[in-house]
């Protein structure tokens, strides 16, 4: 199991009377992870917190191995941020702007000039590179967010509802850049969204907050029920047959023609032993099979299970 590059446990924070993140306990391993909630849920909030900008009121906190308060400039120079806003000054340049932020980060500026250039480039702006900031499009000025948030080849990457104000065509494009920053470049990244089937498609991992609580963290597969449990299709006997299943050990629950069964609360049986123990069920029963396949559910459910 790789280190996590963020760890945080049981992290508090107030503005005033109001509680936006309530002992927030959570690690995000290397890869891309999204961070998923509903507006207002405190995504925005701990962004702020993992850039070192806002001091937790408890807890832990931990950015590639360090206090991003205490850590400070050492911290921030791993880390690539692209904001939700489009406040991006109009008269300058993007050449200019993202070459700025790469000296900002620390590079000399024959090295900040190259790499911004290859930023923009490997966004797709590379012909529109020295046009002004105000005469671009939304979508081109998500790609130059983009490229600022790289040009220093940072270690991770914060990326706060990259997608936004994005047609689905420049959407699709924008995720595959996203993907392509972990396995092309080794980067990680954080993407905070809160849009789910783009999270489902994109990420690996997912920590779902909710009224500024973590409701569920972990792998996307393993929320989703990846491997436990199966699902049977049947024209009928679907009560006998969901008796014999409880019988054999098997948990099963009903849904019209359809039976969900899942291992004993508790129990060690593996998917292949369901699969076994379905199957002879059937076949003693006589009874018609029209699917039998591993049970999963998307996202969504996830989502509003733990609202």
Not at 29 to 57: F, I, Q, S, W
Not at 118 to 141: C, H, K, Y
Not at 153 to 173: A, F, K, S, W
Not at 230 to 252: C, H, Y
Request: net charge negative; proline share 6%.
């Amino acid at each position: 199991m790789p280190s996590p590059i963020i760890s945080a446990v049981d992290v508090v924070k107030r503005y005033g009377t109001n509680l936006v993140l309530d002992r927030a306990t959570f690690d995000v391993l290397p890869g891309v992870t999204g961070l998923l909630g509903a507006n207002g849920a405190g995504k925005t909030t701990l962004l702020g917190l993992l850039l070192g900008l806002h001091r937790a009121d408890g807890g832990r906190l931990e950015v590639l191995g360090r206090d991003p308060r205490s850590g400070g400039a050492e911290v921030r120079a791993r880390i690539g941020y692209a904001p939700e806003h489009h406040n991006l000054p109009p008269d300058l340049p993007a050449n200019d702007f993202v070459q700025h932020l790469a000296e900002v980060h620390g590079l000399p500026v024959s090295e900040a000039t190259a790499r911004a250039s290859d930023a923009l480039w490997f966004v797709g702006m590379g012909e529109e590179r020295n046009r002004p900031i105000g005469t671009l499009s939304t979508g081109q000025r998500q790609r130059v967010k983009l490229a600022m948030a790289i040009a220093h080849d940072p270690d991770l990457v914060l990326l706060d509802e990259p997608t936004d104000g994005l047609d689905p065509t420049q959407r699709e494009t924008m995720l595959d850049l996203i993907r392509r920053l972990s396995s092309d470049f080794g980067m990680s990244v954080l993407l905070s969204s809160h849009l789910l089937d783009e999270v489902e498609r994109t990420c690996r991992d997912v920590v779902i907050l909710a009224d500024g609580t973590v409701r569920a963290t972990g792998s996307i597969d393993e929320l989703r029920g990846v491997g436990r449990g199966v699902t049977i299709d049947v024209d009928s006997g679907v009560g006998e047959l969901a008796a014999d299943l409880t019988r054999r050990g098997a948990e099963v629950v009903l849904d019209g023609n359809r039976l969900i069964v899942t291992p004993p609360t508790g129990g060690s049986a593996a998917p292949i032993d369901l699969h076994r123990i379905c199957r002879d069920a059937v076949a003693d029963l006589g009874i018609p099979l029209r699917r039998l396949q591993n049970r999963t559910v998307s996202l969504e459910d996830v989502f509003l299970e733990v609202q």
